[in-house]
């Protein structure tokens, strides 16, 4: 958030571990929720709101990974198979039993769940690059069984159409409707972590992060709570996952490839691991750099080069900058957005008064 | 960290702020406007780097004649780098620039924003690529193949195997040599419903992405299988390992046939040069080589501004297939404009453009397509071209096989 107060004050856990540290917070939290609500999908144009609507996606997808490897310090490269778990199910659920989106959703999360505790099975002999390799195998397992399963994947492409969501009779088709659909679940998912990680599942998952075998002697269950973490996290994917099927209104395994999952990652290592607010910087980092950096070139290229020239320069110069860009940023703070953001806070803390 | 580094990351961040949407000057001229996506730097690259080029000189090509009934043309050429995500994000940028057809680039792709062509009522053309589904206008109104989808190419490759077999298929042996993933499989559908009628053996051969490794499989079909034919359904970097691996063990590429993707001349080069791949047929949806009036007329547009012919055009095939892609998409706007008496069309009209296109043929680049409200692929026609001394040869007219199993298995997608 955007206030500190002037010191540590605390003198209990409860305060610690508040929520909102501050009376301002609720004020910040109140203003930040009118924003978004009521201003962002009147003041946005339907261009601006569809990558809002990316990146809103993408923070669900990013907050779920953080809890596996920013919080229990397990490693997951499986993720975006994960997510077409979800939206197969929730595809299947929709075309076959007309489920609604209050049904589908959650049970692409609970099918996605199941699949990720079983792949996270391994995790409990097996940690780091091992780990890495034994989750990669779950990916192409997914992958493959989608691909030749035509139960499972319809048939013809592997791809399944899917009407849109239909909140109160109204189906969801603007960018603005769709916004506010994905917003509220976005929310959802921001709040759940939050308060997840205030639990004392929470807490297990980061005493297992630091140290396992410490973990274990003070009582933590280690098997049931890497599965834990495996399955929650899955939740998470398959969710998102749903919510691209429910954007795209198409189920398609081929968005759910290898690099998904490796951008996924790159989200949450540039954003902060082990950080809420880190997701969700990481997760716009991620989406709006390679668009933002297009925006630049064009204002600025245009000057240097012909139309059909800037054409090739583009896309070129655009992938150049978004790798050296991540670069800077992991250099200057390798910790990612989230400390730097908080660094940023801590400056301003006595400012202008710093010395 | 510092103070000091804190104060550079705000200057930087605030500079960074600085930088916003310029969005494009509205033009006092009447004008179009065409969404392009394209792929130069993800996996199909090797695609786009000579596709996209093409699009573009047809477009100017058009532009320095006058345009389209009076309308200059611009077109919004955005990366999608073959990522859904990206592809949507320019596919919201295409409308809010007030695109009336979008060119869509990939498979995936494609059946991502098909709802959304439909919802905001913009025609999109998934030439060579997306479902063979689509070839059925009354099941996706908005969206065009314009080209023969895997389901008419696998079709043709059985009828060009049949002429090469001396006109009869039964207890013949055709290997399917595919790539393991949705597009790979779309064809099987076809060729086990001709497989029935025909009589010929079938057997498929999958090559799992990324599809650089198929000693197996090919050591399988050369020596185990032994078959009269090969068809290959082959992406990316695959069709030329598929040409040094099918060399390698013996079995002649005169009698492999490959499909559009697997067709190009970097797929030749790449595989050790013309000679190695002597004899290899590929099936085209779009003339290859130099030979077309059109291109001789985008030289001409080149020598006149004083530039040299851009390297692209050496790739003939997918040069062509871009020339394609322009030239059925400005059909579609002159028609839209014309039923319209010369107003502004909107991305409905264009949609009817499509279905009026009739035999825009460009000199033989682009085949006698019909599309109507009803069929949206337009016949399904291809060509093949041999390897021959060094280059494409053209070994049979435009051509379209088997349309009474097309229609029968449109009809059962429905």
């Not at chain 1, 209050?102 to 990720?116: E, S, Y």
């Not at chain 1, 000057?303 to 900058?321: C, E, G, K, T």
């Not at chain 2, 695959?238 to 499909?259: Q, T």
């Not at chain 2, 009803?374 to 040869?393: I, L, S, T």
């Amino acid at each position: 958030m955007l206030h500190r107060e002037s010191g540590v004050f605390k003198t209990s856990y409860g305060a610690d571990m508040a929520v909102f540290p501050l009376p301002i917070a609720k004020g910040a939290m109140a203003a930040l929720t009118v924003l978004f609500v009521a201003v962002v999908p009147i003041a946005f144009s339907e261009y601006h709101l569809s990558i809002l609507n990316l990146i809103l996606i993408a923070v669900v997808g990013a907050l779920g990974l953080n809890i596996l490897v920013g919080y229990t310090g397990q490693i997951s490269i499986g993720h975006g198979a994960l997510m077409s778990v979800g939206a197969y199910t929730a595809a299947n659920l929709i075309t076959r039993l007309h489920a609604p989106f209050w049904l589908a959703l959650p049970a692409g999360g609970a099918m996605a769940a199941v699949i990720g505790a079983i792949i996270g099975i391994p995790s409990l002999r097996i940690k780091g690059l091992y780990l890495a390799i034994a989750t990669l195998a779950g990916q192409l397992i997914i992958e493959w069984v989608i691909n030749h399963v035509p139960w499972i994947s319809g048939g013809v492409q592997a791809s399944i159409e899917v009407p849109r969501p239909t909140v109160f009779g109204v189906p969801l088709r603007s960018q603005a409707q769709l916004y506010l659909f994905l917003l509220f679940f976005t929310a959802l998912a921001i709040a759940a972590t939050i308060n997840l990680m205030r639990s004392r599942i929470g807490r297990a998952f980061i005493a297992i992060r630091d140290q396992d075998i410490a973990a274990e002697i003070i009582g933590i269950d280690i098997f049931r709570y890497k599965l834990w973490a495996f399955a929650i996290s899955s939740f998470y994917a398959g969710v998102t996952g749903v919510l691209y099927t429910y954007y795209l209104g198409i189920a398609n395994y081929e968005q759910f490839q290898i690099g998904v999952s490796i951008d996924y990652l790159a989200m949450i290592i540039i954003g902060g691991l082990g950080s809420v607010l880190g997701s969700i910087l990481g997760a716009t980092f991620v989406t709006l750099l390679p668009i933002a950096t297009r925006w630049g070139l064009e204002a600025a290229g245009g000057v240097f080069f012909s139309v059909a020239d800037l054409a090739n320069i583009i896309p070129n110069l655009r992938l150049i900058m978004f790798g050296g860009l991540i670069i800077v940023f992991l250099a200057v703070e390798p910790e990612g957005l989230n400390r730097l953001w908080r660094n940023i806070l801590s400056y301003f803390r006595v400012w202008p008064f710093s010395y | 960290m510092t103070h000091t580094m804190v104060k550079t990351i705000l200057y930087a961040v605030a500079a960074a702020g600085g930088i916003s949407f310029v969005g494009a000057a509205t033009a006092q001229q009447k004008e179009v406007v065409i969404g392009e996506q394209c792929d130069r730097t993800g996996p199909t690259q090797i695609v786009g780097v000579n596709l996209c080029p093409a699009i573009r000189d047809y477009v100017n090509l058009v532009n320095s004649k006058g345009g389209i009934e009076g309308y200059k043309i611009k077109l919004d050429e955005l990366d999608n780098e073959y990522k859904v995500p990206a592809a949507v994000e320019a596919y919201e940028r295409h409308k809010a620039e007030g695109a009336v057809s979008i060119m869509i680039y990939g498979t995936p792709q494609t059946q991502a924003l098909t709802q959304k062509l439909n919802e905001d009522k913009i025609p999109g053309t998934s030439p060579g690529f997306g479902t063979a589904a689509a070839a059925n206008g009354s099941r996706y109104p908005y969206l065009f193949p314009i080209a023969a989808t895997y389901w008419s190419q696998g079709a043709a490759a059985v009828q060009f195997v049949k002429e090469k077999l001396g006109g009869n298929l039964a207890g013949k042996k055709i290997a399917y040599l595919y790539y393991d993933n949705p597009a790979g499989h779309e064809p099987i559908v076809i060729l086990e419903d001709l497989q029935k009628s025909e009589k010929f053996e079938l057997k498929t051969f999958a090559v799992p992405p990324p599809g650089v490794e198929m000693g197996a499989q090919v050591l399988d079909i050369a020596q185990r299988f032994r078959p009269d034919f090969v068809i290959a359904h082959l992406f990316g970097r695959s069709p030329s390992v598929a040409m040094k691996e099918l060399k390698r063990a013996g079995y002649p590429l005169s009698k492999v046939v490959g499909m559009v993707w697997a067709s190009a001349e970097p797929d030749i080069e790449a595989a050790g040069g013309w000679a190695v791949a002597e004899g290899y047929h590929t099936i085209q949806f779009a003339g290859v080589g130099d030979d077309y009036p059109v291109r001789k007329e985008i030289v001409a547009m080149y020598k006149a501004e004083g530039k040299e012919p851009p390297k692209e055009m050496a790739n003939t095939v997918y040069y062509n297939r871009g020339l394609l892609i322009g030239a059925v998409h400005v059909e579609a706007i002159r028609n839209a404009i014309k039923a319209k008496g010369g107003a502004q069309p909107t991305g409905e009209d264009v949609k009817k453009g499509f279905e009026a296109i009739n035999d825009v043929t460009l000199g033989g680049l682009v085949p006698p397509m019909h599309l109507s409200a009803a069929d949206h692929e337009g016949g399904g026609w291809v060509q093949v071209f041999q390897v021959k001394g060094g280059k494409f040869v053209k070994e049979t007219d435009w051509f379209r096989a088997y349309p009474d199993v097309l229609a029968r298995e449109l009809k059962a997608a429905e």
